[in-house]
């Protein structure tokens, strides 16, 4: 199932064109280009060991493909993006018999190919719409002190003045300040530094021309990382989850949706869900499964591609680049997981979402726009370690992209099936409460008299301080046991703690605390972890979402073998 990735096609420079995640060619939206690193030296195979299995995950699969085929459903979600799987959360918190389904990994598509932004919108004071803007901020901050603070982490964000740019000092100056007022400036007050200052958090930013930066603050996650534990938060609460298992076809009463055909992709198993009513949260497959329900649907929603790339750099930033390209677009350079990740792009897409793919013109448009605020020696391709792309899914209608927008797309089909696409991620809880609403409004299923209303905040799992929980992986590891710092630090702010849960595995056997690579922090235990309690099917699943081994450019052929074996090798013992 899984295939090495093609060495030509490791770097994403001009000559050489990406190639596509090849593992759900039929679901995957990203096009992951994976740059093959030097095969970590002495790494040990990893032993198959069994932890306990939480439903869907590893050997349970066929019992959760049972329990969906059981009875009814007062909702199935098809598509465990990150739409879908906050829907699913909050039904469940509500009480709803609850299943989600996703063709490929759950955040597989759009939700892991993200600028990785938890982020008012700085670009929304342009249009003026400040009370969106107080809102995103409003979500964002929930998430970073409430609900997500173990994986939700502060940024200071720089925005370069120079000489002749698109915009002013004293209007960039005037922007921070409103933007932080609008979130009562719960994250310090936004200024205006000296390039001096400016340059001491970014490293490379481009001094010369240089009149002044605005500084700003927002946050940032690690998507996949976070849109997992949501996954798991929704479980928690009672949802049947299963990823890897394509809608194919809809079930119907009469005229109604009533359930889906579904084919699990790792067997070619064909099972069905019934369900009272159908959730469509496909993101940029919305229409195709729109017109599964009625094939004279018309078009709901356009498609614009966002590419990024993650570079290697000298040293570390602790400030992210918000650099002005135009007087509507920006380019961002975010220090996120040991890289630089820069980006976006934002062009009409017209193609099949499983073929989008990072081309050479993204990388030069991309390296070309970053060179606008980083010193061009920064900039070489040859340091980009990977690639990928994903795709906004936009109201209908013509226009830019860029200029289109951001809006969450609720419609109802004529089976009933109600269909959400687009939006943020930064406000996903929003968009679940509000799709809930929605649901209690469906006059033919009349949910809304079998549901409690949910807690308003309810905290991810392993909700923690990352500080404390690394200091208790550090203390409680045993005499001559190898776990470093920044181990233990990647551990906690990346699991919460959960990361204790690693620790564990890694105390009974410490062969499981060596790093999948020498140059990165994941370790083995995560990939028994990602098994057997995160769902992870695929060696993809494991490198590229539940641990940061691709993102870093560290993923070799050996590792790739590695995490085969023992994602196939061992039965895990289930409760
Ligand atoms: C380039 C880019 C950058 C972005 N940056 C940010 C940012 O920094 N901050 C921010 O707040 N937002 C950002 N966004 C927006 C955010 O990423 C999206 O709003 C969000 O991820 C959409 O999630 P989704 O669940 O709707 O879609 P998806 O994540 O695409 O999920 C849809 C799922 O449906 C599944 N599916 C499709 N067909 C079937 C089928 N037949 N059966 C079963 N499953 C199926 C797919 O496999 C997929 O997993 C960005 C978006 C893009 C494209």
Redesign the pocket.
Known sequence: MTTTPDPAARRPDASVPAARDTE?P????LSDTPITAADPSGAPAPVSRATVALPGSGADRSRTRAELSRGTFDLLV?????????VAWNAAQSGLRVAM???????????????????G?LRYLQTGNLKLVAE?HRERRSLATTVAPHLVNPLPFLVPVYEGGPHGAAKMGAGVFLYSALSAFGDGMGRLLSPAQAARLAPGLRTEGLKSVAAYGDH?MN?SRM?IMTVRAAVDAGAVVL?H????DLRRTGTRVTG?E?RDRTDGTEFGVDARLVLN??????D??RR?EDPAAAPSVRL?????LVLRTPEPWRAALTIPVDRHRVS?AIPWEGRLLL????EEYTGD?AEVSVLPSDVEQILGEAELGIDAPYLDASHVDYAF?????LPGGGGDTSAAK?E?VVTQGRGGMLS?????????RH?GRTVLNELRKVRAVPLAEEMADPLRTVPLPGLASPDAVAQRILIDREPGARMEPPVARHLASHYGSLALDIAALIREDPALGERIHPDGPDVWAQVVFARDREWAVTVDDVLRRRTTVTVRGLETPGVRDRVQRLLTAPVPVTR
């Open positions: 759900a039929s679901a995957e939206t098809v598509g465990g993006g990150i739409l879908g799987t906050s389904v996703d063709a490929g990994d759950f955040a597989g598509a759009t939700s892991s190919a993200s600028s990785k932004l938890v982020h919108g995103n940032q998507d849109a990823n298992a394509e809608v194919v889906a579904l949260a496909t993101g940029p497959w919305v195709h499964l599964m614009s591609k966002g590419a990024h961002f980006g976006t792009t934002d979402p792309a994903g795709l906004r899914v951001r969450t959400v696409a687009g939006g943020k991620w930064t406000t996903y968009i």
